[in-house]
């Protein structure tokens, strides 16, 4: 089937049927990012029936890369940046280096000359930025050092990938044996690529850190939302093209040092949470152009040489990465996690092998071996994760040495398995942002036993030496909740905005104790009913409280 609107076609049937299979994947309880990925396939080339045009939706999935990696740099600072180099630089020169060689040894098994081992072995050695900034996000690990290093070495990456892209075409000659090479073209290339790396950083933090915030300013104060909205999209788009098409910069590393400028002004949140909803549509599009690009009959024709391409990328890297950070004096829980999440290859590997097989260096089979480990991988990388969550008690252990803590501590993170809480008679704090630490230190001035559940990453930090007991995860997922004894707990406070998510957790602990008093934190009429309907004993609604205390100070005197 076809119809002469190819655009419409891809979005309208990768978006709906990535919904389907996307619910499908959340009843079977794995990742969505499989649900994805199999749409593509349905809708691939490879798999009878309809098929959609697998160049536009890479260019779709570019879309959501920029608007990723937009949203990525607004939380970030050039200071965050400078202060993981250190770490990521070398970290993912190594990594780099050793998963190469790696590859260069896998083809030379496959009996491919030396120059295809070369791209094939930069082809393995890049992990896609979509893929584990999505793993990151989800595990709300961005703001941690931890995030800023994986970022770090993100960039790192992209800069090599830059840099092999221009100088793929100079030295092809070289990799295929000729010695007719002219280091000096090799040297010219290199030193344009890198100046205009250079001018486009300078550029966007002499001029852009001036000109964008002013613009975007500007059309805050024209007071129209929609104006805004679109001048942020105008400003992500914008930057990383002019970043592609005149400095040869990649589009997601135009759009992360866009969103970094960005990131010292105030402006910055609001601009990220504008992007939110279209930076989401876009990833999920980035992942059915990667399955629609996988064929499955390589499944059947080269099962071992797939089965070696993923164990480089899978195993090699990891322990790679494993290593190096550990080296670079960074504890084993961040070294664990970038190991997981560097396993896996996504669209630089893409746009590398396309390259190598177009200057004729690398063989077609290449391609099937890329794209077929790149797929797999991507869907094993979330059970990495899973299984790192349960590593993660034992890696914190390693880290923090044998010393006992002061005070009754950390129950575990994450899933099932999660060791009951000894507490009895307590309160439990569903949240500890903005709310929920006021409220934590209020209930612990009281003397509550408290428990508190929170999904960000710092808690646990937060509280270390405090007499609060801290479970790191979603407290929606019913084996956390499991594991705060609410049967035995005198109060529940959902200290969460929003209202979905608390209602889950709301209902859930009304069935394991019917008589708790649960307290829940709503910001509008509709989500009052709703947690009231769910078994809230008093939901508070944050609107109203502060406009009872804006009337409250409406009667004070004018110099209180
Ligand atoms: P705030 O809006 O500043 O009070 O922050 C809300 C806090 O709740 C943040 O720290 C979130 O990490 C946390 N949070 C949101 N949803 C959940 C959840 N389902 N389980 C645990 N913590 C959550």
Redesign the pocket.
């Known amino acids: 089937m076809h119809t002469d609107s190819p655009l419409i076609d891809i979005v309208v049937v990768g978006i709906g049927l990535a919904f389907v299979f996307g619910a499908l994947a959340n009843r079977l309880k794995t990742s969505l990012l499989a649900g994805y990925l199999v749409a593509g396939v349905a809708v691939g080339p490879f798999t009878p029936g309809f098929v959609a045009d697998p160049a536009l939706a890479l260019q779709l999935a570019e879309i959501g890369v920029i608007l990723l990696m937009f949203g990525v740099g607004l939380h970030f600072s050039v200071d965050d940046l400078l202060s993981v180099r250190r770490v990521a630089i070398p970290g993912a020169l190594g990594q780099l280096a050793v998963a190469t060689l790696l590859g260069i040894g896998l083809a030379r098994l496959f009996g491919w000359p030396m120059g295809a081992g070369v791209v094939f072995g930069l082809c393995l050695s890049v992990a896609s930025t979509v893929v584990l900034l999505r793993s990151l996000q989800d595990r ?1 690990l961005m703001e941690t050092r931890r995030g800023h290093i994986a970022v770090g070495w993100l960039v790192t990456q992209d800069l090599v990938t830059v840099l092999a892209l221009v100088l793929l075409p100079p030295l092809a000659g070289l990799l295929k044996g000729s010695t007719a090479l002219s280091t000096e073209a090799i040297g010219v290339t290199l030193a344009i690529t890198l100046g205009k790396v250079v001018a486009f950083v300078a550029l966007m933090l002499i001029v852009g850190r001036r000109v964008i915030p002013a613009v975007l300013h500007y059309v805050a104060h024209t007071g129209s939302r929609e104006l805004f909205r679109l001048a942020v999209l105008a400003v992500a788009l914008v930057v990383a093209f002019v970043a592609t098409e005149v400095f040869g910069v990649s589009f997601a590393l135009g759009a992360f040092v866009a969103g970094m400028v960005l990131n010292e002004s105030q402006l910055s949140q609001r601009a990220a949470e504008e992007t939110l909803p279209l930076r989401d549509a876009f990833a999920v599009l980035f992942f059915v152009s990667v399955g629609m690009l996988f064929n499955p009959a390589v499944l059947v024709t080269h099962p071992l040489p797939l089965l070696a391409t993923m164990a480089v990328i899978g195993i090699g890297t990891p322990l790679t990465a494993l290593l190096l950070v550990r080296t670079l004096g960074e504890t084993w829980s961040t070294a664990a996690l970038l190991a997981v999440g560097l396993a896996q290859i996504g669209e630089f590997s893409f746009l590398l092998a396309d390259l190598g097989i177009g200057l004729d260096l690398l063989p077609a089979m290449a391609r099937d071996l890329i794209l077929g480990a790149s797929i797999l991988l991507i869907l094993l990388n979330p059970l990495l994760f899973v299984g790192l969550d349960r590593l993660r008690p034992w890696l914190e252990r390693l880290d923090v040495h044998p010393v006992p803590e002061p005070a009754a501590q950390v129950a575990e993170p994450e899933h099932e398995g999660l060791p009951m809480t000894h507490l009895t008679d307590h309160a439990v704090l ?8 006021l409220v934590a230190e209020g209930l612990l001035h009281a003397a509550w036993p408290l428990l508190v ?4 990453d710092d ?1 646990i930090e937060r509280f270390r030496g405090r007499p609060v007991e801290v479970i790191s ?5 019913p084996a ?1 909740l499991q594991a705060a004894n609410l049967p035995e707990a005198r109060l529940l406070l959902v ?4 209202a979905f ?2 209602g889950q ?1 709301v209902e859930q602990a009304r069935i394991a104790n019917p008589s708790l008093r649960i307290i829940a ?1 709503a910001h509008f009429d509709e989500a009052v009913e709703h947690l009231d309907r769910h078994g809230a004993t008093v939901v508070v609604m944050g609107e109203r409280e502060i406009a009872r205390a804006m009337l409250d100070h409406a009667d004070k005197p004018a110099t209180a």
Do not use: L
């Open positions: 709300r569903v949240g500890c942002g903005r709310v929920g630490s559940i929170e999904a960000g808690t995860g979603n407290a929606a997922d956390v200290a969460i905005p929003e998510e608390a957790i934190r």
